[in-house]
């Protein structure tokens, strides 16, 4: 069993950064991990990836160059640095774990996920 715990969340101003973590119980080597967003009243959405192997990241466009996704295998934790925030990166932030060692893009692809944490950012 895998448990997914997020951390970081909270209010910000435009412009403001904040860096969450994801810190995983069980077997995450091997497999890639992404983060997911909700918006208020929007479906959940890809934010960024990152796979088990050298490793690769991928972001949706709305977040490159402003966040980074890092993982620390030793630690068993992801982290999501996330810098020049706007108002529309405010949403409820998903940890989750990919079925494979890929990092994917879409919900499907993942089968653990976190509870989620709150990130708002005020204008």
């Known amino acids: 069993q895998v448990q997914l715990v997020e951390s970081g969340g909270g209010l910000v101003q435009a412009g403001g950064s904040l860096r969450l973590s994801c810190a995983a119980s069980?077997?995450?080597?091997?497999?890639?991990m992404g983060w997911f967003r909700q918006p208020p009243g929007k479906e959940r959405e890809f934010v960024a990836a990152?796979?088990?192997?050298?490793?690769?990241?991928n972001y949706a466009d709305s977040v490159k160059g402003r966040f980074t996704i890092s993982r620390d295998n030793a630690k068993n934790t992801v982290d999501l640095q996330m810098n020049s925030l706007k108002p529309e990166d405010t949403a409820v932030y998903y940890c989750?774990?990919?079925?494979?060692?890929?990092?994917?893009?879409?919900?499907?692809?993942?089968?653990?996920w976190g509870q989620g944490t709150q990130v708002t950012v005020s204008s």
């Open positions: 990152v796979s088990w192997t050298f490793p690769i990241t």
């Open positions: 069980g077997r995450t080597s091997g497999y890639g």
């Open positions: 989750a774990r990919a079925r494979g060692s890929q990092g994917q893009r879409i919900v499907d692809g993942y089968n653990y």
